[in-house]
C-alpha cells in the first residue's frame, strides 16, 4: 500500500541524535561479509561520475538540443531527468547497496522470478563494451595522429577523376582523412574487405588499458579515477576558454540555444530553396522530441547498464546514496550543456569564418572526427589543442567503459559461472583477450557500420525494457513502503509522497509509453544505415540512407532478443515448480552463489531477510 505519509515514531524519537547519529558511526565500517569497499566516499563519486559522464554528453546532447528546438529540448530534458531518471538512478543505487551484489544478485535476491533482469542487465553492458571500445580506438588514433607537424585532416587530400576538386575544400578534407585515412571504408556493410591495421591496434591498446586499470577491481580503478574523472573536466574548461575567444563563437553559442538563428551560408541556402523558418516551440509537440529525451537520460545517467549497482555494492551500508544521487545528475546535466556550449563555440567559429553552413552538421562520431577536429584544424596551436581534446575523449569513453566491465565482473562475482580458486587477474585477462577478439571486425573496413549497427541496437530497446521492469520490481514487487524504510535506515531520509508517486506510478507509466511507442515506430519506420558513397559533385553528403541487408537485421535480432528475452525465460523457470510440481524444480549453477550468500550470518546481518528466503 502507498502511505501518504512516514510511520509513526516513539514519542521520544529523534532523527538527529537517533537514527542520523547511528548511520553517521556506522558509515565507515567494514561489512562482515568481506566484500570490498571503497577506499572513500570520494572514489565512489569521482567513479560514477566517470561512468555517467562519457562520450555521448559530449556529441550526442548537444546534436539532440539543436535538433530538437536548441533551449526548447530542455524542457523535456529535465522533465524526464526527474520523472525517469533521478528515481531509476536511485533505484539502481540502492540495488546494490541493500543487497550488496551485482545485477544478477540484486535482482534474484528480490525475487528469484526477476533474476531475469540481472541477465538482461549484464548482456547489455557485454554489448555496450564491444562497441564502446571501438569507438575509444578511434579517439587513440587521433591521439596519435595530432603530434604531426601539420594535421593530417587539414593536410591537401589527392585529386583525381574519382575524387572532384570541390571535394578538398576545407570543409571537407577532415571527411576524407576520416572515411579514407582512418577507416579505409568499404562501400557497404556486406564488404568486409581487409584488416586496418592501424586501427587494430589502438582496439589493443584499449583492451590493454582497460585490463591494466581493473586488474584489481576497484582497488586500481579507484585510484585510476581521480586522474580519468577530474582530467576531462580540466580539458573541458580549457577548449571552452580557447573556444569562446575564436572570431564568430558567439554565432556558434546562439545556434545551439536557438537553431532558428542563422548564419549568413544559412540564410541564403534558405533563401535559394525558399525555406521558411519554423518555431522552436513546435518541438514540444513531437513524441520524438520526448523519446531522444529520455533515450538521453538512460544513457548519460548509465541507467540499465548494471555499473551503479555494481559501483554501490561496494559501498558501507549506510551510504547516503540519495545525496551522491542528486549530486551526480547535476553534475551530469550541466556537464552536459557546458560541452555543448564548448562544441558549438568551435565549429560554429569555423562555420562564421569559412561562411559554411552548420545545418549540416555532422552526429554521433562524426562530429568530433570530422566536425571538431575540422574546426581545432584552424586555431592557434591546433596540434596542442587536439592532443588535449581527443585525451579528453580517451578519459571520458574509458572511465565509461570501466564501470561497464565493472558491472559485468561484479555481476559474474555474485554467480559460480567462475570458480573462486581463479585470481581476478586471471579472469579479467580472459575477459579483455575474449573482448578484444569478438571486436576484430570492428577493425575490418565495414567496422564502422558495425559500430553503428550495435549502437542502434544492442541497448536502445532492451535497456528501457530492463529500466521498466527494474522499477517494477522495487515498488511493486519487494514493495514502496519496504523500499522507502530501507531508504531511511540507508540515508538518514524518508522519501516523500512525490517520490512515492513517482515510482510507483508516473516512472513505471512513462517508461512503458516510451517502450510502447518506440516498438511501433520501429515496426513502422525500419532504422536505415549510411551507406558510404563518397563525395559527390556538390560536395554535399558523404553516405546515403539505404536498408540493412538480411543478414545485418539477423545479427540486430540476435543483439535484442538475447538481452531481454532472459527476464521471461528465468520467470517461467522459477515459477515452473510451483505451477507444475517440485521435479519441474531447475537449479541453475549461475545463482548458485547467490543462495550461498544467504545462509551466511555476515550477509543477512547486512542486508536484511530476503522476500524470495523461502522460494
Known amino acids: 500500500m502507498l502511505k501518504c505519509c512516514k510511520p509513526s515514531q516513539d514519542a521520544d524519537y529523534n532523527p538527529v541524535t537517533d537514527d542520523e547519529k547511528n548511520r553517521t558511526e556506522e558509515v565507515d565500517k567494514i561489512p562482515s561479509d568481506g566484500r570490498e569497499q571503497w577506499g572513500s566516499n570520494l572514489e565512489f563519486i569521482l567513479s560514477t561520475i566517470g561512468s555517467v559522464v562519457g562520450l555521448g554528453n559530449l556529441w550526442r546532447f548537444p546534436i539532440k538540443v539543436k535538433q530538437y528546438g536548441g533551449a526548447v529540448f530542455l524542457i523535456p530534458y529535465f522533465t524526464m531527468l526527474v520523472i525517469e531518471g533521478v528515481p531509476l538512478f536511485l533505484v539502481e543505487l540502492w540495488i546494490g547497496q541493500k543487497f550488496r551484489s551485482g545485477c544478477i544478485g540484486g535482482f534474484y535476491k528480490i525475487h528469484k522470478a526477476l533474476s531475469g533482469i540481472g541477465f538482461a ?15 575509444i580506438m578511434y579517439t587513440i588514433y587521433y591521439f596519435f595522429a595530432s603530434f604531426q607537424k601539420t594535421l593530417p585532416w587539414a593536410a591537401d587530400c589527392p585529386i583525381g577523376d574519382d575524387y572532384p576538386a570541390n571535394c578538398c575544400t576545407n570543409n571537407t578534407k577532415s571527411s576524407y582523412y576520416w572515411y579514407y585515412e582512418v577507416l579505409h571504408i568499404s562501400p557497404d556493410i556486406s564488404t568486409a574487405g581487409s584488416f586496418n591495421w592501424d586501427i587494430t591496434l589502438c582496439l589493443l591498446l584499449a583492451w590493454v588499458t582497460c585490463f591494466l586499470c581493473m586488474v584489481k577491481g576497484i582497488k586500481t580503478s579507484g585510484k585510476v579515477v581521480y586522474v580519468t574523472a577530474v582530467f576531462p573536466f580540466i580539458a573541458l574548461i580549457g577548449l571552452f576558454i580557447m573556444g569562446m575567444t575564436l572570431e564568430g563563437a558567439m554565432e556558434g553559442v546562439k545556434y545551439f540555444f536557438d537553431p532558428t538563428y542563422r548564419f549568413a551560408a544559412d540564410a541564403e541556402m534558405d533563401a535559394k530553396n525558399n525555406v521558411t523558418i519554423l518555431s522552436s516551440w513546435r518541438h514540444l509537440y513531437n513524441p520524438y522530441c520526448w523519446l531522444e529525451a529520455a533515450a ?5 545517467l548509465s541507467l540499465g547498464f548494471g555499473s551503479c549497482i555494481a559501483f554501490s555494492s561496494y559501498n558501507p551500508p549506510k551510504t547516503n546514496f540519495y545525496k551522491h544521487a542528486l549530486c551526480i545528475s547535476v553534475v551530469n546535466s550541466v556537464t552536459s550543456i557546458f560541452a555543448g556550449v564548448t562544441i558549438f563555440a568551435i565549429v560554429g567559429s569555423n562555420a562564421y569564418k569559412n561562411n559554411i553552413s552548420i545545418d549540416q552538421l555532422a552526429t554521433g562520431p562524426g562530429l568530433a572526427f570530422i566536425a571538431v577536429s575540422e574546426a581545432i584544424a584552424t586555431t592557434p596551436a591546433a596540434q596542442l589543442w587536439s592532443a588535449l581534446f581527443f585525451v579528453m575523449l580517451f578519459m571520458l569513453g574509458i572511465d565509461s567503459q570501466f564501470a561497464g566491465i565493472e558491472g559485468m565482473m561484479t555481476a559474474l562475482d555474485d554467480t559460480t559461472l567462475i570458480p573462486k580458486a581463479i585470481p581476478r587477474p586471471v579472469v579479467m585477462g580472459l575477459f579483455c583477450s575474449f573482448s578484444f577478439l569478438l571486436g576484430l ?31 517494477i520490481a522495487v515498488s511493486w514487487v519487494y514493495g514502496i513502503d519496504r523500499f522507502c524504510e530501507d531508504f531511511e535506515e540507508m540515508t538518514g531520509y524518508y522519501p ?17 509509453f516510451v517502450l510502447i511507442y518506440s516498438l511501433v515506430d520501429q515496426l513502422q519506420t525500419p532504422l536505415l544505415y549510411g551507406k558510404f558513397v563518397g563525395c559527390n559533385a556538390d560536395g554535399d553528403s558523404w553516405t546515403e540512407d539505404v536498408n540493412y541487408p538480411p543478414w545485418a537485421w539477423g545479427l540486430a535480432g540476435i543483439l535484442v532478443f538475447s538481452s531481454f528475452l532472459f527476464i521471461p525465460v528465468m520467470a517461467a523457470i522459477a515459477f515452473l515448480p510451483k505451477v507444475l510440481g517440485p521435479k519441474w524444480e531447475i537449479t541453475l549453477p549461475l545463482v548458485a552463489a547467490v543462495e550461498d550468500a544467504k545462509k551466511k550470518n555476515g550477509a543477512m546481518a547486512m542486508t536484511g531477510n530476503y522476500p524470495n528466503s523461502a522460494a
Open 296 to 300: 538521453q537520460i538512460f544513457y548519460s
Open 496 to 512: 516523500n509522497i512525490v517520490w512515492r508517486i513517482m515510482w510507483v506510478v508516473v516512472t513505471p507509466l512513462s517508461l512503458a
Open 441 to 471: 571486425p570492428f577493425g575490418m573496413q565495414n567496422g564502422q557500420y558495425l559500430v553503428d549497427l550495435f549502437d542502434n541496437f544492442s541497448a536502445n530497446f532492451p535497456l528501457m525494457m530492463v529500466a521498466f521492469f527494474e522499477v
Open 121 to 135: 542487465t549484464w548482456m547489455i553492458g557485454f554489448y555496450t563494451n564491444l562497441y564502446y571500445n571501438a569507438i
